[in-house]
């Protein structure tokens, strides 16, 4: 799956064409907001994949898309103080 812009899309129209070609989806957005899928006719559209199911919830707002993909292990963890979780139910138990 490919997100791109409408005006990456219209600078590299045929890039984008060959890909889908190829069988690989591409989800159009506008400002982020999924608005179109681009995809080889050859697949029927009740095989539609979960990138497509993701896109159709986009475009209703239900969820919003990733804008560019991170890295989340580079993340810092917060730190938590006190015992472990595992520690306090076994004394409440008691």
Do not use: C, W
């Not at 957005?29 to 080889?40: E, K, M, Q």
């Amino acid at each position: 799956m490919r997100l791109v812009g409408v005006k990456d899309l219209k600078d590299n129209l045929s890039y984008y064409l060959n890909l889908a070609k190829q069988g690989d989806r591409v989800i159009v957005t506008d400002r982020g907001t999924p608005v179109a899928i681009l995809h080889n006719l050859d697949q029927p559209e009740k095989d539609a994949g979960p990138d497509e199911k993701l896109a159709v919830l986009a475009r209703d707002g239900k969820i919003r898309l990733p804008v560019r993909r991170g890295v989340f292990s580079k993340i810092a963890r917060p730190e938590i103080k006190g015992k472990p979780m595992s520690q306090t139910v076994i004394e409440e138990r008691r």
